[in-house]
């Protein structure tokens, strides 16, 4: 009962940690490609847009290569920790992030830039309030990435390595529950799992949507 | 105004949350942390955590992660300097590692069988055959339309041991109708023999373990050489525990860690899941890895 709370608590803090660092470079981001459009920004988005899907594994393998002892960023020594999995888990949401934010930032974009401007503000006014404005987008696409970030795991495997009281998140938990036949096992971690990630939504659309 | 508040306060319990993670992780990186990568069946039968729980009783400052993987992934991620110590079960990846440099110091530290599992009814009547006929007859079998095989089909150990029985069969099953390749652990893919009535090889431990869920199967062959799975363990080239990996490496040895494997498993399953290298001279064993380790699968 201990470790799974540990587990379920090292989760939501690996994946945490993962959104609030993505969040850093994706708020502007999408911000940006919304309130400029130029041809780059499209081709940017299309990119962004693409990237959404691409496979887990694929993305921990890539970083593994780098990360690894004989990889370029060998020397930091980060292979095997859950900062490891932050960093991974936060590349990977980064797209998503930007794609969701762009898309409901670019619906509410005329209303209110034209409402700010008519009021006299400045344009860095204005891109403020856009973003005040869809302080709920945010959080909901924000959400989105959290909820990839946690649910995900070909990174955590990768990177992590499964490392019991370590790097062991919920997805590698139930994983490794399959590889030793216990399916039972892996349906309850499952069931918990869904319950946490639907009471973390729930709260959090709560506090952001008020 | 609240909202903020909140916010902020979720802001500050993962940053909370996250150096703890921190301070763990340097409270982690003060003692010596040793990287083992290892084979998935070792690991999930438990044994590799209750050997590391007796090690440690010993060596307290020295912390055991273990990273669980398929032997051919386990030896090529030490081939990047990513684990300071291997555990493995594949004789013939484990020579061409040592060929190239990468592992040395082997020592054979537990050993069990491989097992040839089959529908009840057994279709291609393989009960009791050797190893490589019974491979022949379930062909036959197969292309009969009678029988079905499911291999692991991911370089593991296990894997890499059926396709040396394939060859020294002289067939090869690959892209036939009746062989699938499962691409999956040794429990899913034992489930899926389960399912399809199919044969399949799987190590002793894993198709003990998970019995109870395998109505359809059971063992029809199994004790041969050729079926003999040898669990060993490396030291890598480069890496800069190898003094600690070392104390592991021997405590493997020791009477106390031969003494748990021995008795691994023997409460839960009636058999143990693993067998002691006391219960064999080491002479023998050697020359079976020999052997094994001369098997091709090319």
């Given amino acids: 009962m201990n470790e799974l709370v540990s587990i379920v608590l090292r989760s939501i803090t690996v994946s945490g940690l993962a959104t609030l660092l993505a969040s850093l470079w994706s708020i502007p981001l999408a911000l940006v490609l919304t309130v400029f459009k130029t041809r780059l920004s499209r081709v940017l988005l299309d990119i962004f847009n693409s990237l959404v899907s691409i496979p887990t594994v694929v993305l921990g393998l890539c970083l593994y290569m780098i990360l690894s002892r004989s990889g370029p960023l060998g020397f930091l020594e980060l292979l095997y920790t859950p900062l490891a999995i932050s960093i991974g888990q936060a590349l990977l949401i980064t797209p998503l992030i930007v794609s969701v934010l762009s898309n409901s930032l670019s619906r509410i974009k005329e209303n209110v830039l034209e409402t700010a401007f008519a009021l006299g503000a400045t344009s860095s006014q204005a891109y403020f309030a856009l973003l005040h404005e869809g302080l709920p987008l945010l959080v909901r696409s924000i959400l989105i990435g959290f909820n990839r970030a946690i649910g995900e795991l070909g990174v955590a495997l990768m990177l992590g390595g499964n490392i019991r009281g370590y790097t062991r998140v919920m997805t590698t938990a139930i994983a490794l529950e399959v590889v030793k036949g216990n399916f039972e096992q892996a349906l309850n971690l499952g069931a918990v799992f869904i319950v946490v990630i639907v009471l973390l939504t729930i709260m959090i659309r709560a506090i952001g949507e008020k | ?298």
């Fill in chain 2, 1 to 298: 105004m609240s909202r903020k508040i909140l916010v902020l306060a979720a802001v500050v319990i993962v940053a909370i949350l996250a150096t703890y993670m921190f301070y763990k992780y340097f409270y982690l990186s003060r003692k010596t942390v040793v990287i083992v990568s290892t084979t998935t069946s070792l690991y999930a039968t438990g044994l590799l955590d209750a050997l590391a729980e007796k090690f440690q009783e010993k060596h307290s400052n020295i912390v055991l992660n273990f990273v669980a993987v398929g032997s051919g992934e386990a030896l090529k991620r030490a081939e990047k300097g990513d684990a300071d110590l291997v555990l493995v079960h594949a004789p013939n990846l484990e020579k061409k590692y040592i060929e190239k440099g990468v592992i040395f110091n082997r020592t054979i530290f537990a050993y069990n069988f491989f097992v040839i599992v089959g529908p009840k009814d057994d279709p291609a009547h393989i009960a009791g055959l050797d190893p490589v006929e019974a491979f022949k007859r379930i062909f036959e079998a197969g292309e009969k339309g009678k029988a079905l095989f499911v291999s692991r089909g991911d370089l593991s150990g296990t894997h890499v041991r059926e396709l040396i029985i394939w060859k020294k069969a002289g067939l090869d099953p690959h892209g036939r109708k009746w062989y699938i390749e499962s691409g999956t652990g040794m429990s899913e893919t034992l489930m899926i023999a389960n399912e399809k009535k199919a044969y399949t090889l799987s190590d002793i431990g894993t198709f003990l373990k998970f019995q109870k869920q395998l109505k359809e199967l059971k063992i029809l062959a199994s004790g041969d050489t050729i079926l003999f799975n040898i669990y060993s363990a490396y030291l890598v080239k480069g890496s800069s525990k190898l003094k600690e990996a070392s104390l592991f490496i021997e405590f493997l040895k020791s009477s106390k860690a031969q003494k748990l494997i021995a008795n691994y498993g023997v409460k839960d399953y009636g058999i143990p899941l693993f067998y002691p290298i006391s219960s064999k001279p080491l002479s023998y064993l050697e020359k079976a890895w020999e052997l094994l380790a001369e098997g091709s699968y090319e």
